[in-house]
């Protein structure tokens, strides 16, 4: 079964940083874009960032442009993000998505972490 760990979230003071970090298992499939969501209180889910295993080209939601780094360690199969200049605006639950590409496309979610930035 494909498996999502997520982890790296917490509290930190506008301005702070965080990396958070994803640890995918259990896939076969190499054609797959892996990255981040997240989820603000009464917001709905939104894309943050994400690679593709293609091209390792990033993508980055305009929001966090200069600010995130999405990186990944293919022999950990592990994908980071790095945060930095945090606001209080960045405050949600984070969600690390698989994404398979190839047909039949299918969706593997991580469970959430949550980050806070206090203002």
């Known amino acids: 079964d494909v498996q999502l760990q997520a982890s790296g979230g917490g509290l930190v003071q506008a301005g702070g940083s965080l990396r958070l970090s994803c640890a995918a298992s259990?896939?076969?499939?190499?054609?797959?874009?892996i990255g981040w969501f997240r989820q603000a209180p009464g917001k709905e889910r939104e894309g943050v960032s994400c690679i593709r295993s293609s091209d390792g080209n990033p993508y980055y939601a305009d929001s966090v442009k200069g600010r995130f780094t999405i990186s990944s360690d293919n022999a950990k199969n592990t994908v980071y993000l790095q945060m930095n200049s945090l606001q209080p605006e960045d405050t949600a639950v984070y969600y690390c998505r698989l994404r398979r590409r190839m047909t039949p496309q299918s969706d593997y979610w991580g469970q959430g972490t949550q980050v806070t930035v206090s203002s």
């Open positions: 259990g896939f076969t499939f190499d054609d797959y874009a």
